[in-house]
């Protein structure tokens, strides 16, 4: 890079820099806080910490302002910013042309019944020669990680509970709007209604992931809708492997469940869609930024036959979605979905029915 066509610190243009420190940087420019850039990269603190110290050494400049209440970026960190923005899209981009065409492709579809297995099975019938393998891990959050990380290549959820500094190194495109709803003893004096109003639920606290950490998009999701209605959120609790041990679980605590209309069954007990308003989940398929695959190509068939064939992306009237998801579904090209959303921090002053 000549003098005058970057960002030059102390007089010197920086050369040979690691990726993981421009990541490291980047992701804390983003948050503009350690532990939530951190928990985003899936590395300690005290890692990212010596990462952001080594890389300011190697510039010879303080990107950082830190004090005990706030990290804000200085004027040479807001110059490199948009530099390290561009060499980790091209790393990114490096990494995908390189990966094997006729590989096969691994997607995550959460669960044996869901959106993603549609989209996998419409995909594997249209084009059968390529090979799509099947995931069923629950949650996006941890799936967005295992993406970044390389041990994955598609998976389907909630786009808008993603960290920042993830979400602006993934594509994804809107799927569609899943009707919530709640899965509920046989017992329990609301099962015998085909539909719950959401109020109906004031007093009861619904199991939505709280402690998993693989699924805290949805968690996120059950706080915003709950804020305000007399709902609680179930004490987090460790995570859980499986589909028979989540429904031992459950009938064991005698939880109700958040859930979507696209839910296994389970034994004993109900699942009742919610209503007035009609709660959705935003469903989106994400996948590595750069990524080149004739699978994937296959799966945004898939997509768009089957959204299109069943009216997936149309909102009912009167429905409930959260502002960020709204904004991200407003969006699309995936070249303009911003990595920071809208009021992060304000996800739970919203009335009931905002959104």
Known sequence: ?????????????????????????????????????????YVAQQALSRDIRRLERELGAELFVRTTRRVELTADGERLLPYARRVLAAQDELAAAFAAADRPLLVDVSAPVSTGRRVLDEARATAPGSELIARFHSGLTGAAADILAGRLDVSFGRVAGLAP??????????????????????????????RIPLDALAGETLYAGA?????????????????????????PFPQIEGEAEFIRLVAKHRWPVLATTEFV???GAVLRPLVDPVPLALVSMVWRRGLRHPGLTALHEAVTALAAAGRWLHRPAGSWLPDPDAHL????DPDARPAVLPDPDARLTAPPGAG
């Not at 983003?30 to 951190?38: C, G, K, N, Q, T």
């Not at 799927?175 to 209604?193: G, K």
């Not at 579904?329 to 699309?332: S, T």
């Open 1 to 41: 890079m000549a003098s005058g066509e970057g960002p030059v610190f102390n007089g010197r243009v920086p050369h040979d820099l690691e990726p993981r420190l421009l990541r490291a940087f980047t992701a804390v420019a983003e948050e503009l806080h350690f532990s939530r850039a951190a928990a985003a990269l």
């Open 165 to 194: 500094a993830a979400l602006s190194r993934l594509d994804h495109r809107p799927v569609r709007y899943e009707p919530m709803a709640v899965v509920l003893s046989q017992e329990h004096p609301l099962a015998r209604l085909e």
């Open 211 to 235: 402690g998993n950490p693989t699924t805290a998009e949805w968690t996120d999701l059950a706080e915003r809708l709950f804020a305000g209605r007399g709902i609680a959120v179930a004490a």
């Open 265 to 267: 069954d389970m034994p």
């Open 329 to 332: 579904a407003a969006l699309p």
